[in-house]
């Protein structure tokens, strides 16, 4: 039986992306993950078995990744893992440049010395972000696959250098790579340090809901079932050393996400509307923040078929509802309660 190595499998789109392809493929999953603060082994709970198996370890790690290669047959790499929260990247981009650049080119040299140039039926996509374009003005046309990498922080330029290595993986020596650039990702089981869930839980806990400059800076917002959805596609019917751009074609200023995640947690606690708006406080913007990202996902609609599915104003209700119903998740995970109990399984994180 073939297999799939899934790196960040435990994080939040790369649970999300196994929950779906345990119901998508034969194949057995091999979900690697370092465990880091953001990995969480809850979001694998009742996805565990004989067909998806986790083995906790990082990608930096060569001796571990080519042993995975060499026990198990596995046809196809689905890359996630990777620092990618930009306000840490700001504050310390060591680990960005560590595990985003150098963990790609293990993944990348391990696959090229297992597969032996025979590529048939081999598959390795890499998942990247639209951060690596930079910025668009108001009236600029979307990203799309032919736009120039402007790269403005230290996690956005790791992610670019990992793009640069796989392509240059795929003209030199022929690996059968494949990337994705998607936009902002919102849905269940997000790290509450993200935006979305941050709000949701400040507001719900009645504490200050800080917004960066004028909160005027906009994001195309991709539901995670949609990204999942596109990956699927794309690992199995994109063209060989492609670039497929995942847009949610859904812009919208973070304030005014704010404003509607606002009043959704009023509607859903069923308290007065307005409430959860005064806790808003502008702070001092983020250094060198990008002002507007959206994508032009024209090529992966006409190739492969695929559009989004969700929006995100019809999506707050349900997302509010699911944060407010896991809230001891989130509590677990905010506190750091949630990685003692796996050190104690698995060691301290980063060790294989």
């Given amino acids: 039986m073939s297999a799939w190595l899934i790196t960040g499998g435990a994080g939040f789109i790369g649970a999300n992306f196994t929950a779906r392809a345990l119901k998508h493929t034969t194949a057995r999953l091999i979900v690697l993950d370092a465990l880091t603060y953001a990995g969480d082994l809850a979001r694998l709970d009742g996805l565990l078995g004989p067909r998806c198996v986790f083995v906790k370890g990082d990608v930096r790690d060569e001796v571990l990744v080519h042993k995975l290669f060499a026990a198990h047959a596995i046809s196809h790499v689905i890359h996630f893992a990777a620092e ?31 597969w032996h140039g025979d590529c048939d039926g081999k598959r390795f996509l890499l ?6 374009f930079g910025s668009l003005g108001p009236q600029d046309p979307p990203f799309n696959e032919e736009t120039p990498y402007r790269p403005n922080s230290p996690y956005s330029s790791s992610k670019a250098a990992a793009d640069h290595l796989a392509r240059a993986w795929h003209h030199t020596y022929g690996l059968p790579v494949v990337i994705s650039n998607c936009s902002n990702n919102y849905g269940p089981w997000q790290f509450p340090e993200k935006l979305l869930p941050l709000m949701i839980l400040n507001a719900v806990e009645g504490r ?4 960066y400059g004028d909160g005027l800076q906009v994001r195309d917002w991709l539901h995670v079932e949609d990204h999942v959805s596109a990956l699927l596609l794309i690992l199995e019917h994109g063209l060989l050393g492609r670039t497929y751009c995942i847009g949610g074609h859904d812009e919208c200023p973070n304030l005014e996400v704010v404003f ?13 509307q307005g409430t959860s708006r005064k806790l808003i406080q502008h702070v001092a913007d983020r250094p060198g923040h990008d002002r507007r990202y959206a994508i032009d996902s024209a090529r992966i609609r006409q ?3 695929w559009i989004p599915t969700q929006r995100l104003s019809c999506a707050l209700p349900e997302l509010v509802r699911w944060y407010v119903g896991h809230k001891p998740w989130c509590d ?5 309660a949630y990685r003692a109990f796996y050190e104690q ?8």
Avoid: K, W
């Fill in 345 to 352: 399984q698995y060691g301290p994180s980063g060790t294989p």
């Fill in 303 to 305: 190739e492969l078929g």
């Fill in 260 to 272: 509607g995640l606002c009043d959704t947690v009023d509607a859903v606690l069923g308290q007065p």
């Fill in 208 to 211: 200050p809901l800080p917004v």
């Fill in 127 to 132: 998942v990247s972000t639209d951060e690596v």
């Fill in 84 to 114: 990618s929260h930009v306000d840490r990247s700001i504050l310390g981009p060591r680990e960005f440049i560590q595990t985003n650049i150098e963990g790609t080119m293990v993944l990348l040299e391990a696959a090229r010395s297992a």
């Fill in 332 to 336: 677990a995970v905010r506190s750091g």
